[in-house]
């Protein structure tokens, strides 16, 4: 069975940082583009980052030169790192995998991806 795990969210004032985590078990992760979603109260969900099979990455504009992605297959583990979060950035974080990995976030998600159940970060100031 297919499974996928966040941790890391949490409480954290604006400008500090925060490493999501997302274990994947089930299904062998290399082969798979790896994605970040988010979505705010009273919001639709974004795309946050996305990583192919190879590690390429795309972001979206809002956290562009903020956010890392990273994947680390021998731990069947994806990152992402946050930096300079901002109030804006609260939401719940979720690690979606099978996804549509290209320069349109809107594009990300297909009806073949799979989601985690998100792991809550918030920022206040």
């Known amino acids: 069975q297919k499974q996928l795990v966040e941790s890391g969210g949490g409480l954290v004032q604006p400008g500090g940082s925060m490493r999501l985590s997302c274990v994947a078990s089930?299904?062998?992760?290399?082969?798979?583009?790896m994605g970040w979603f988010r979505q705010a109260p009273g919001k639709e969900r974004e795309g946050v980052s996305c990583?192919?099979?190879?590690?390429?990455?795309h972001y979206g504009d809002d956290v562009k030169g903020r956010v890392t992605i990273s994947r680390d297959n021998a731990r069947k583990t994806v990152y992402l790192q946050m930096n300079s979060l901002k109030v804006e950035d609260t939401g719940v974080y979720y690690c979606?995998?099978?996804?549509?990995?290209?320069?349109?976030?809107?594009?990300?998600?297909?009806?073949?991806?799979?989601w985690g159940p998100g792991t809550q970060v918030t920022v206040y100031s």
């Open positions: 979606v995998a099978n996804v549509e990995c290209n320069s349109h976030p809107y594009k990300w998600n297909n009806p073949d991806a799979y």
């Open positions: 089930g299904f062998t992760l290399d082969y798979y583009a």
């Open positions: 990583i192919n099979s190879r590690a390429g990455t």
